[in-house]
């Protein structure tokens, strides 16, 4: 997990020193600025709530958005239809200065989270954000393809700037909870469903089952060598393997009721299974649902460290693209190889 993230934000936690015999203490860290790229999802007006309004009782600390670009994609519907609506609240509601270029954005701000949802355009942006420096987290997925994200690994790496890319759902209560329950022993492989819808300019499995991808990574960590996938017009199973034998299995869905996320994990000593709709155990509190992302998203950027490291997106991005391979070879088993280059 990690190895790109090179460089660290000084500013964000300094030390001084306290009064005599008081020791050394940690001084108030800086609030970060926070820019956004694209404002065609609903995670731009999320996020900044949580961040933005300490009465919110989830609010997160430490860092602001303070500026955006607007960006968008006409062809995509879910930009060309949102995009205006977000902008809007963003700017009359929480006050957010609209800047008209990510060239102007970046002198204003000194984290960057690239909102857009359209992948096809993350590399563009992202080598603008990594030429300025400025640690970037970019909402999932990634790219478009596992060549865009491979290249923009490579420049962040290149440049020394932290990066960090993930789904929400591998950081809320039901998947985390799993992760923590000590009954369960060694995961020996997991089983993970959610939604699938597909848009028409993005790889079958990148635009909405990349969050029960996302999951079995977050359960299962990264090695897969090879996948299979089995599709129909209302559902996507696809199998991977991994280099020890073990097994990871993501059922998406597109039929019936298939709002519902939903994990199972098979322990050495037990298994056990958790969705986003069940009650949580006592002394469980289940938060907003992008809390645990944003939250993890500012400790990164205060630290330079990310909690998923950009060689394990790279490789859930890789299993989506060789399923799509599998899918076209009627089923056959595809190397992840084969596009991880």
Not at 124 to 141: G, M, S, T
Not at 183 to 198: D, E, I, R, S
Not at 200 to 209: E, I, K, Q, T
């Amino acid at each position: 997990m990690g190895g790109l993230l090179l460089g660290m934000l000084a500013t964000t936690s300094t030390l001084v020193a306290g009064e005599p015999g008081a020791g050394t203490q940690a001084a108030p860290a800086k609030v970060l600025r926070i820019g956004l790229i694209g404002l065609d999802t609903s995670h731009v007006t999320a996020f900044t709530a949580l961040l933005n309004d300490p009465a919110n009782p989830d609010h997160i600390p430490g860092a602001r958005v303070v500026a955006a670009f607007k960006g968008g994609s006409r062809d995509v519907e879910a930009s060309a239809t949102r995009i205006d609506k977000f902008t809007a609240e963003l700017r009359d509601k929480w006050k957010i200065e609209i800047v008209d270029s990510i060239e102007a954005l970046l002198p204003k701000v000194d984290v960057v989270m690239i909102e857009s949802v359209d992948a096809r355009v993350h590399l563009a942006q992202a080598k603008l954000v990594i030429a300025a420096k400025k640690p970037l987290f970019i909402d999932k997925p990634m790219a478009a393809s596992t060549k865009d994200a491979a290249e923009i690994v490579r420049l962040a790496k290149a440049a020394g700037v932290p990066l960090f890319s993930a789904s929400s759902r591998r950081y809320v209560e039901d998947v985390l909870m799993l992760q923590a329950d000590p009954k369960v022993g060694a995961v020996m492989g997991a089983a993970t469903y959610g939604p699938a819808t597909l848009e028409p300019h993005h790889p079958d499995l990148f635009w909405y089952a990349v969050h029960a991808v996302e999951t079995l990574y977050q359960l299962m960590g990264p090695g897969c060598v090879s996948v299979s996938r089995t599709h129909t017009k209302g559902t996507d199973v696809v199998v991977g393997t991994w280099a020890d034998g073990r097994v990871g299995v993501v059922r998406g869905v597109r039929s019936g009721k298939y709002s519902t996320y939903g994990q199972t994990v098979f322990g050495a000593n037990a298994v056990v299974s958790a969705t986003s709709e069940m009650p949580l155990p006592d002394g469980l509190k289940r938060r907003e649902g992008y809390y645990g992302l944003l939250k993890r998203t500012i400790e990164f950027f205060q630290t330079g460290k990310a909690p998923a490291s950009p060689e394990e997106t790279l490789e859930s991005l890789a299993f989506m693209e060789a399923a799509d391979l599998s899918k076209a070879r009627n089923g056959a088993a595809v190397k992840l190889s084969e596009v991880l280059h």
